[in-house]
């Protein structure tokens, strides 16, 4: 029949599937439509409100937290669903004061009993962060905090079916966080960035997570030890931390860290952990026969001969690494020194005994870096590989910005490349223009 709505004649279930594919602003307008389309909204799984799609009203003034009255509507709004509510997410400014308002919101959504993901981002205000009393979500899969206070409250029974927990910039007790984590002992993902001590007490973090296969940790001045006491399915770890001075405490918290995940298979090294690791008297004697990944990123400007030690104490680690990505920072910790980008103990380069992957694994070599004209800076990093790994099947250069590659560059590479076996391909790869350049 001409002008049927066919749309509103599907079963429920099914237009609310369509509508949970939206944005959530587009999906209450649709409201407007027609009276059977009123309360379709609130028969959705998720709800996320936030800077984008916000439905509830804009009221932030000149950058500060949003009124109390929108944090009513966002209740108001979860009170509406009467069906259960899966995934709930808040981004906003809050202040201080706005606290009690926020719990009632958090223990409104324990009354709905089905929550199963819930992310809090409170944009820090003049660096103050909102007091947050953490209920026990028993249906709770994914917890993600940014910006706040975290407190336990007395009695705490944790998350028993929690996989993934995300802190970040979360200020937090070291009893609190290490009653957290021993609490979910169904954890597979658990990032703690640049968390804050709320007490004088440094955070000395003990993991015994049987389940746990992802690690993302920020080592700063809170962290005293990071210790993994078990982690039998631990496969992937990522380190990072940054050290604006020669602080010897974040050197050894780096390394108990490291000696800790020797058994992953894949391991992320962040800016300044290279630079943390010179400090701590390497090299040790322990390897990390698991590891066939390695991602390191390097500040170009900080490399000195320590530095470059601790780079190949890394790779002499790692007697069986397949694929190595080199992340190149042009970061300067000091803007006034005059240091050459790589030190003149690389440009001599010569071969390396006893760096077992160089010899037999290492396949595949990516170096990234953001201008163009760093890449001629890196070329004794190139060349050093090109001499010395052995079975080198490819090695990428990528760059984000700059002009078209010089002949004269092609030249260079070409005699760099003269030095590795013949099966070896070599490119470079402007991640902007989508350009490969073969050598």
């Not at 746990?212 to 039998?232: D, G, M």
């Not at 500040?299 to 104490?313: E, G, K, L, V």
Request: glycine share 4%; charged share 20%.
């Amino acid at each position: 029949m001409a002008g049927a709505d066919r749309f509103s004649s599907l079963p429920p279930e099914v237009t609310v599937s369509i509508l949970s594919r939206l944005p959530f602003k587009e999906a209450v307008r649709t409201s407007a439509l027609a009276r059977s389309w009123r309360l379709l909204w609130t028969y959705l799984p998720c709800l996320h409100i936030g800077w984008s799609g916000n439905p509830l009203g804009h009221t932030r003034k000149g950058g500060g937290p949003v009124a109390s009255s929108w944090i009513e509507r966002v209740h108001h709004a979860v009170s509406s669903f009467p069906g259960p509510l899966l995934h709930f997410a808040l981004s906003q400014h809050f202040s201080s004061d706005q606290s009690v308002l926020l719990q009632r919101l958090l223990d409104l959504l324990l009354q709905k009993g089905s929550l199963e993901t819930l992310a809090f981002s409170s944009h820090l205000f003049n660096r103050v962060r909102v007091v947050i009393h953490l209920p026990s979500f028993h249906s709770l899969k994914e917890l993600k905090l940014f910006g706040c206070h975290i407190v336990l409250p007395t009695g705490f029974q944790g998350f028993e079916r929690l996989s993934t927990l995300s802190l970040r910039l979360v200020e937090i007790s070291n009893d609190d966080l290490n009653l957290l984590i021993h609490v979910s002992n169904s954890l597979t993902t658990l990032e703690c960035l640049d968390i804050v001590a709320s007490n004088d007490q440094l955070f000395s973090i003990r993991l015994s997570l049987p389940l746990l296969r992802y690690l993302k940790i920020f080592i700063n001045c809170y962290v005293e030890k990071v210790e993994v006491v078990s982690a039998p399915c631990l496969e992937q770890a990522s380190i990072l931390n940054y050290t604006y001075s020669d602080f010897g405490e974040l050197a050894l918290a780096t390394l108990g860290i490291l000696t800790s995940v020797v058994m992953v298979s894949s391991l992320d090294l962040g800016f300044d952990v290279l630079k943390s690791l010179s400090l701590a008297a390497l090299p040790y004697n322990f390897t990390f026969p698991q590891v066939r990944w390695l991602k390191l990123s390097v500040n170009i400007r900080a490399m000195n001969t320590r530095i470059y030690d601790a780079f190949i104490w890394l790779i002499q680690s790692m007697p069986f690494l397949k694929v190595l990505n080199i992340q190149l920072g042009d970061y300067s910790i000091d803007t006034n020194r005059n240091v050459d980008i790589l030190v003149r103990e690389l440009l001599s380069i010569k071969k390396h005994d006893g760096l077992s992957c160089l010899d037999q694994t290492l396949k595949c070599v990516r170096i990234d870096t953001e201008n163009l004209k760093h890449v001629m800076t890196c070329m004794t990093l190139v060349k050093f590989f090109l001499l010395n790994a052995r079975v080198l099947e490819l090695m990428k250069v990528a760059y984000r910005t700059g002009s078209e590659v010089e002949p004269s560059m092609i030249e260079e590479l070409q005699k760099a490349k003269a030095t590795t076996s013949s099966k070896a391909k070599f490119v470079m790869i402007s991640q902007r223009e989508n350009v490969t350049v073969n050598v």
